[in-house]
């Protein structure tokens, strides 16, 4: 069976629900009874000797250590993956019991916002054995309904707004049991190429894995791509909750869903990272490669004949399959090495990948190196969205407030704390330390926060300053 049909066939698992079903029942047996049909794909890999990040579940890959499956199930699903690469997984429904269930919402998120109902992770868990046992029964007797999907619109760094799909606990459940089978196959085909939303792999990954094809491979030509509206683009069955209005859908997959990432991944990695590492690369007449982060990627070329003769065929390769690459954020551009000549200032072109613009620049011993800093609008994103907080929250207790922003600038430190970065990351906590004061002196008239009370203020109470934790 062809990826692709697995895809739409997967796609149903998200809501449960196939066009003729009804439930999560039928359509959940089928889905998982398919898982594995993809196998034969493996073998392409190894005939063209491209080394895969994978490895039994605990092992070491590429400098990153794998999350160990800690069910007996998972790994023994994931070593048969490995051993026996052309085993087709005819059935994989028995597997879900009620182990397995409990075992899957303790990997959910505590802090996932509810659905429909209001049922937090933590009401759930107050009887968790009845509600697992209930779950497990419906299941098994194929009569569980997939509820309707709560949509929230969130502001888009453009000024559009993105809509989010909020499950319910019980649906977010199933979905992560899903997708801890689904993966346990799937994850063992996955080239290296690929670092979204990965066991062991991160974005951090993925840069590296950049700056050193651009820095040792002689690239000069960046494609740099984004795919239109990709998550409204695989087709799922399932009602969405609007206001009062419930609407249904013939195509998406609700972003921010439990699934949808490991949907994505099994699309895309037979639309685009099979398809040019055994297609694309036996055909070019100089290096390249490809990096994709979910629906993000770069494509890298030596030649720029080579770059265009994919860019023609790019569009018709991704319309084969109902998607559409985006024509502002999609670009190619020259970004090869500056003259050696050229003593100071930077390259002449940037582009942007996974929240970071990329440029060549001067490093301190005079050589020319690839460097990365925020990109500009996740810097005010990240300004603005932290001022918010300190307006709502300036009345709560001082001690509180240090320790929110504290974890606030940490996260933003643990993502954008690589080489060459630190001016970008001062610069958010100069913003916040101006924000955190403005509304300080704002919420009370007679207690006002003047320069050296707040002064004094950071000394009780000092918010953390950058580092650079990543070494890529």
Not at 2 to 15: A, E, F, N, P, V
Not at 187 to 212: K, M, T, V, Y
Not at 410 to 431: K, L, Q
Request: hydrophobic fraction near 35%; proline fraction near 4%; aromatic fraction near 10%.
């Amino acid at each position: 069976m062809h990826l692709t049909r697995l895809c739409k066939i997967y796609g149903m698992i998200g809501y449960g629900l196939f066009p003729e079903n009804v439930g999560h029942g039928p359509s959940l047996a089928l889905c998982l009874t398919y898982a594995g049909a993809k196998r034969t794909v493996r073998g392409k890999y190894q005939a063209h000797n491209l080394s895969s990040r994978n490895v039994l579940p605990g092992g070491t890959m590429s400098g990153t250590q794998r999350t160990i499956l800690i069910s007996p199930q998972l790994r023994q699903i994931a070593e048969q993956a490995i051993t026996h690469p052309d085993r087709v997984f005819t059935s994989l429904i028995h597997r879900m019991d009620i182990d397995f269930l409990r075992e899957a919402f303790f990997r959910l998120r505590r802090d996932g916002a509810p659905g429909l109902s209001g049922t937090t992770v933590t009401e759930y868990e107050e009887d968790l054995e009845t509600n697992l046992k209930d779950l497990h029964e419906r299941l098994r007797t194929q009569v569980s309904v997939a509820p309707p999907i709560k949509r929230v619109w969130i502001d888009k760094d453009n000024g559009k707004k993105r809509p989010i799909g909020l499950t319910e606990i019980e649906d977010k459940l199933v979905r992560k049991a899903v997708s801890m089978l689904m993966g346990a196959v799937f994850e063992q085909d996955f080239l290296p190429i690929s670092d979204g939303f990965r066991d062991g792999c991160n974005a951090h990954d993925a840069l590296a894995l950049l700056r050193e094809q651009c820095m040792t491979r002689a690239i000069r030509w960046i494609y740099d791509a984004d795919i239109m509206g990709f998550f409204d683009s695989k087709w799922l069955n399932a009602g969405i909750m609007e206001g009062e209005e419930i609407s249904y859908s013939d195509k998406g997959t609700p972003q921010g869903g439990v699934i949808s990432p490991l949907l994505a991944n099994i699309a895309l990695h037979s639309v685009l990272d099979e398809w040019f590492e055994t297609e694309v690369k036996p055909r070019m007449r100089g290096h390249c490669f490809v990096v994709r982060f979910a629906d993000d990627f770069v494509i890298g070329f030596q030649y720029e004949d080579d770059a265009r003769r994919v860019m023609d065929v790019l569009p018709k390769r991704f319309g084969k399959y109902g998607l559409e690459l985006h024509p502002e954020k999609s670009r190619h551009l020259d970004f090869g090495r500056p003259a050696r000549s050229q003593r100071c200032g930077r390259g002449a072109n940037t582009f942007g990948f996974v929240g970071f613009t990329h440029y060549w620049a001067r490093s301190r011993r005079g050589f020319w190196v690839i460097k990365r800093k925020t990109a500009g609008k996740k810097v005010r994103k990240t300004i603005q969205g932290i001022r918010d907080w300190c307006r709502r929250n300036r009345h709560r207790n001082l001690d509180e407030q240090q320790r929110v922003l504290c974890s606030k600038l940490r996260g933003h430190y643990h993502y954008f704390g690589v080489r060459c970065n630190t001016r970008a990351m001062y610069r958010v906590r100069y913003h916040v330390l101006l924000g955190w004061r403005y509304w300080l002196h704002r919420r009370s008239s007679k207690k006002a926060m003047n320069g050296k009370k707040f002064e004094a203020l950071l000394e009780k109470m000092p918010l953390p300053s950058p580092k650079v934790l990543h070494a890529v």
